[in-house]
């Protein structure tokens, strides 16, 4: 028998697949939206359970970047309280500079966010599409780390893995700092692209403010009805509170009606030349790429793997060899990620669609706790505790004039 071809291998295999290429749907033709918008909502809660919140707003702005005052970024990296940034963009006008975007009463930001661009530079094309996912940015540490994984008291065969800084390659390092991650983009501030909160309004969330309800987006350029309603599921959401049994090495918390799914990581001290981390799922990720946003198909899918914990769990034990004597606990409680877009995709492959406009709203949840450090957490406990006593004892401006006044 001759000896067959590469061309002839080429067309028996195209004729062997050609009944499944055909049957292959054609892929709709879609066209990016004249206008986006991306709302980014995050509630920051830090400290040891007991402590007056003065002192867990202090141990948030430690852990959680301490940026002053309400400044874009601080859903990425904030103080202690709940938080909203917003970015806005139009392909009809590229150079936007300002806009305003309509909120509802409950906000008590109402009637509307005064939405201002970053003034230095040229606006900035944004090529990618908006749901490749963003690479954490990672430091080497240096000298022995050992990693545990999942809930319980007891230590799993297997477990520790160990990295020795000493003797690892950037093969060992791949292996050992494994960690899934699926976030794209979000509120982000670039020229051309109006953003909240901004110098000219950077007003706070108040405390109870509710983002349920319409939101419209206007300004030169931006379509007119760009305008939609956030329901309660997608709201801003409480605060974890996070207890720690430091005699059980057992975490607890209250549920939490909007959570999709739930994750902890520590990071703590042994010695003085060795990291200890551990993590509350069920495989071995190091988990440094989940405390952050994560799209809900992410999400869904991670559950499943058991690397997160189902909305229904409250408490997760860790084993007392992987908690060292100093360190941090980070908890993550994920929203579910919300995507408009009018008109919406049809549901015809073959109609095309041609969005005029489209909103990805986010939201998480994040707590910080200080672990095995008891003299801090008294200090920092009593001290807010002084703080607030202080504070009631101050005189009023009626006690002031009675004061000067003798009577």
């Given at each position: 028998m001759p000896p067959v071809s590469q061309a002839s291998r080429i067309a028996l295999t195209l004729l062997c697949l050609a009944p499944t290429l055909a049957a292959q749907p054609p892929a709709q033709k879609t066209s990016p939206p004249i206008a986006q918008?991306?709302?980014?909502?995050?509630?920051?809660?830090?400290?040891?359970p007991g402590m007056p919140g003065g002192a867990g707003g202090m141990l948030g702005s430690l852990f959680g970047g301490g940026k002053g005052g309400n400044v874009f970024g601080n859903t990425q990296a904030g103080p202690a309280g709940r938080w909203l940034d917003v970015t806005l963009y139009t392909?009809?006008?590229?150079?936007?500079?300002?806009?305003?975007?309509?909120?509802?009463?409950?906000?008590?930001?109402?009637?509307?966010?005064?939405?201002?661009?970053?003034?230095?530079?040229?606006?900035?094309?944004?090529?990618?599409?908006?749901?490749?996912?963003?690479?954490?940015?990672?430091?080497?540490?240096?000298?022995?780390?050992?990693?545990?994984?999942?809930?319980?008291?007891?230590?799993?065969?297997?477990?520790?893995?160990?990295?020795?800084?000493?003797?690892?390659?950037?093969?060992?390092?791949?292996?050992?700092f494994q960690s899934r991650h699926a976030t794209t983009r979000g509120a982000h501030s670039t020229p051309g692209r109006p953003v909240w909160p901004n110098k000219p309004d950077a007003r706070l969330v108040p405390e109870?403010?509710?983002?349920?309800?319409?939101?419209?987006?206007?300004?030169?350029?931006?379509?007119?009805?760009?305008?939609?309603?956030?329901?309660?599921?997608?709201?801003?959401?409480?605060?974890?509170?996070?207890?720690?049994?430091?005699?059980?090495?057992?975490?607890s918390w209250q549920a939490i009606p909007q959570a999709k799914a739930y994750f902890l990581a520590s990071m703590s001290a042994?010695?003085?030349?060795?990291?200890?981390?551990?993590?509350?799922?069920?495989?071995?990720?190091?988990?440094?790429?989940?405390?952050?946003?994560?799209?809900?198909?992410?999400?869904?899918?991670?559950?499943?793997?058991?690397?997160?914990?189902?909305?229904?769990?409250?408490?997760?034990?860790?084993?007392?060899?992987?908690?060292?004597?100093?360190?941090?606990?980070r908890m993550i409680a994920y929203g579910e990620e919300l995507n408009l877009a009018y008109p919406p995709r049809p549901k015809d492959p073959k109609a095309a669609w041609e969005p005029v406009w489209a909103a990805k709203l986010r939201l998480k949840s994040v707590a910080t706790s200080i672990l095995g450090m008891p003299d801090m957490n008294k200090a920092m406990g009593e001290a807010a505790k002084q703080q607030v006593e202080e504070k009631a004892k101050a005189p009023g401006a009626i006690d002031l004039l009675k004061g000067i006044f003798g009577k």
């Open positions: 918008a991306w709302l980014d909502l995050a509630t920051y809660s830090g400290g040891m392909r009809n006008n590229t150079s936007l500079k300002e806009a305003l975007q309509k909120v509802p009463e409950g906000s008590k930001l109402a009637p509307t966010l005064k939405l201002v661009s970053p003034v230095e530079g040229k606006p900035v094309p944004v090529e990618r599409s908006d749901e490749v996912t963003e690479q954490p940015e990672f430091q080497r540490p240096k000298g022995k780390i050992s990693l545990y994984w999942g809930c319980g008291t007891e230590v799993r065969k297997g477990q520790p893995k160990v990295l020795d800084m000493a003797t690892a390659d950037m093969g060992d390092f791949a292996k050992f109870g403010a509710s983002l349920v309800g319409e939101h419209a987006f206007s300004g030169e350029g931006v379509p007119d009805g760009f305008k939609f309603n956030i329901d309660p599921e997608h709201d801003l959401m409480p605060a974890i509170e996070l207890k720690h049994d430091e005699a059980a090495n057992r975490f042994r010695g003085q030349d060795e990291m200890v981390i551990w993590t509350s799922s069920e495989q071995p990720d190091i988990g440094f790429g989940l405390i952050d946003y994560q799209p809900n198909t992410a999400v869904d899918k991670w559950l499943k793997e058991k690397v997160l914990l189902s909305p229904k769990t409250t408490e997760c034990s860790a084993p007392k060899e992987a908690v060292g004597q100093a360190g941090m606990v």
